[in-house]
Every structure is written in C-alpha cells, then in structure tokens.
C-alpha cells in the first residue's frame, strides 16, 4: 500500500470512532455509514483493508463494500477530492473502484461466496435516486431514514438469488425487479431476504428466501437487545417503527424459533380481530408462555405500517402496544374481549 493512502486513512481515521489499526494494512472502526450497532456501543464492524493492489472498505453491519476512494466521499467529499488530486494528479490511466462491481471488474476475479460479500450486485436504497421507484416506494411508507439504509434494491431478483443460494431458480426468463431484505443472526452473518416487488400485477408481493436452512428466519436479530424487552410483529417493515423490534416474517416462532430464553419476547400479530388464523396464532402463543398485544378496539388500521400511513405516530403506536400487552390469563380474558371470530 502507498505512502499517501496511508496516510489518508489516517487522516479519516482522527474522524472516525474506535478506529485502530488491527494488522498490516488493515483497519477497523465503527461504521459512519450505518452508525454500527445501536445497541452495543463497543462494537465497531467496518474494515479498511488492502487485496490485490486495491484499498476496499467493507462494513459487516450494513453490507456496505466500496473503493477507499468512494467511502473518504461519504465520510468527507472535500477530503476526497485531497485524496485524489494528492494521490493520481492529472492521470487518468488508473481509476480507484467506485463500486463492488467495479472492484471486481478490475482484478479479474471474485471473491468466493461468504458473508463478506453476500449483498454484492445489489444497489443501496438510500444511494440510489431521488426519483427511483425504490427511493418513492420507501418514502411512501414512511420507513425510518436508519432503516432505509439497510434495504437494497436488484433490477435481476432471481438471478441474484441463484448467486446466493444455488440453483433456487431453474429458469430466470421471467425475472424481475425487487427490493430486497436482508435478515441477519445476532453475529451479522445473512441468513435469509425478503424481496418485494413494486409491481402491482406481481402474483407474489414477498418472496422470502432462507440462506442458512438451520436457523429461524427473523428479521432484525442483529439489532435486537435482550435485556429489554423484545417485540415481535408479523412483517420486517412493521418491525421498522417499533423500537428493538424483530419480524417473524411467516416463521412459526412458537414452535420452530429456538429464542434466548432469559429474554422477555411480546407478539405483537396484526390488528385483525376477524382473520381466524390470527386470532389462532395467539392463542397459542399465549399458552406457550409468551406476552402478546392485544390491540386497542379504537385502533381500526390492520398493521402498524398503516397505522403510521393514517397519521399515528410510532411513539404513539409503541405506547399503545406496552398499555395494551397482556399475560396468561389476563391475555386469554383480553383476546376473548378483542375476538370476533
């Protein structure tokens, strides 16, 4: 690695937090991309690092994986340009990679499959233009900005997917568009993704697809905090407006999720008091032990999406969840209440 690179990350390293060098040519810091984890203050998962000539920076938290160059833009655009000028003056021979894809293009080969580059060929949500259907999608739901950082978007679903689980698809001919999900384990690894597409004539609105057959799918362990309560609702976009939040995202968590049992976890099901598959489901995890909301009968919306897209606030909606959480018997009195099927 060259005398000016070093430097420069040096320089952005004063900026960043717990920044410490870890090896020859290598790096760590806590992400000013994603902010890290949020409830772990100590954790500090973004890599500078050296491979085949070229300086990468990768975060294991938000997936992030771009040119050195292109992370000092996001971090200081005006130190950028130092970077530049300093490091390549007028020439114009050489260009440092802007993209993963870029990155591979220049070395003429991939990295083999791993959690390190699992979310290569998909796009950033919040990088993409204003006037994307994915960028008018997202805002259209009021989806949080911390959140909108970790969704992804492929104009190629299928073909992607059979990048990550092989052979998924036996035909690609009618492939399709999707903003894709990422599920992540407690460690950050990638277990599955949700891929929803935009398209009204779509039969299927989500297509979940597990990685890693040996764990439950739920979305946002990865920012899940044990030691205050946890709370479980049914779709990963609900989970975005409540905090600590996870998605069961149509796992059968009562029966099939193995679940840090010191931890208290709340079902929160959607607002539907006459869908009998619902009112089912908590039944059930009501005599499997667990707490659950049983919805305020002045709350008419189906989800908390809604609810949000019906000017409540998620403060509002999150209060109402902890009034309105019930136990045991009281929860079995509450649901027999709320039910109408």
């Known amino acids: 690695m060259d005398y000016i690179?070093?430097?420069?990350?040096?320089?952005?390293?004063?900026?960043?937090?717990?920044?410490?060098?870890r090896g020859k040519n290598l790096w760590n810091?806590?992400?000013p991309l994603c902010g890290d984890s949020q409830k772990d203050k100590t954790k500090a998962r973004g890599f500078i690092f050296e491979y085949e000539g070229d300086v990468m920076y990768k975060c294991h938290n938000c997936g992030v994986s771009t040119g050195f160059s292109n992370f000092l833009n996001d971090v200081d655009p005006n130190l950028k340009k130092q970077y530049v000028l300093e490091?390549?003056?007028?020439?114009?021979?050489?260009?440092n990679p802007e993209t993963v894809d870029d990155f591979f293009k220049s070395v003429k080969k991939k990295f083999k499959t791993s959690q390190h580059n699992r979310l290569q060929g998909?796009?950033?949500?919040?990088?993409l233009p204003s006037d994307h259907p994915a960028v008018k999608y997202v805002k259209g739901?009021?989806?949080?900005e911390e959140h909108i950082k970790r969704l992804y978007w492929t104009d190629t679903f299928q073909a992607w997917t059979n990048t990550i689980v092989k052979n998924k698809f036996g035909t690609i001919k009618f492939d399709e568009a999707r903003l894709i999900i990422p599920f992540f384990s407690e460690s950050g690894d990638l277990i599955a993704f949700q891929g929803r597409t935009l398209n009204p004539k779509s039969k299927l609105r989500y297509i979940t697809i597990k990685v890693d057959e040996s764990v439950c799918k739920l979305y946002g362990l990865d920012k899940m905090d044990t030691t205050k309560p946890v709370y479980v609702l049914e779709g990963p976009?609900?989970?975005?407006?409540?905090?600590?939040?996870?998605?069961?995202?149509?796992?059968?968590?009562?029966?099939?999720?193995?679940?840090?049992?010191?931890?208290?976890f709340v079902i929160v099901m959607d607002n539907e008091n006459r869908n009998k598959e619902i009112v089912g489901k908590i039944e059930g995890f009501i005599d499997n032990g667990f707490s659950v909301c049983i919805w305020d009968e002045n709350i008419i919306e189906k989800d908390v999406?809604?609810?949000?897209?019906?000017?409540m606030t998620p403060e509002s909606i999150f209060e109402s969840i902890k009034r309105h959480t019930y136990k045991g018997l009281q929860a079995k009195m509450a649901l027999s209440k709320w039910?109408?099927?």
């Open 339 to 341: 039910s109408r099927v």
């Open 29 to 31: 810091c806590r992400c």
């Open 141 to 144: 739901r009021k989806i949080p």
């Open 87 to 95: 490091k390549f003056g007028n020439k114009t021979k050489r260009k």
């Open 122 to 127: 998909l796009e950033r949500v919040d990088r």
């Open 305 to 311: 999406n809604d609810m949000v897209l019906k000017g």
């Open 5 to 21: 690179t070093q430097k420069y990350i040096g320089i952005v390293g004063v900026r960043l937090e717990q920044f410490k060098k």
């Open 237 to 264: 976009i609900d989970s975005m407006f409540i905090p600590n939040a996870i998605a069961m995202a149509g796992s059968d968590m009562a029966k099939t999720c193995v679940l840090d049992k010191g931890a208290e």
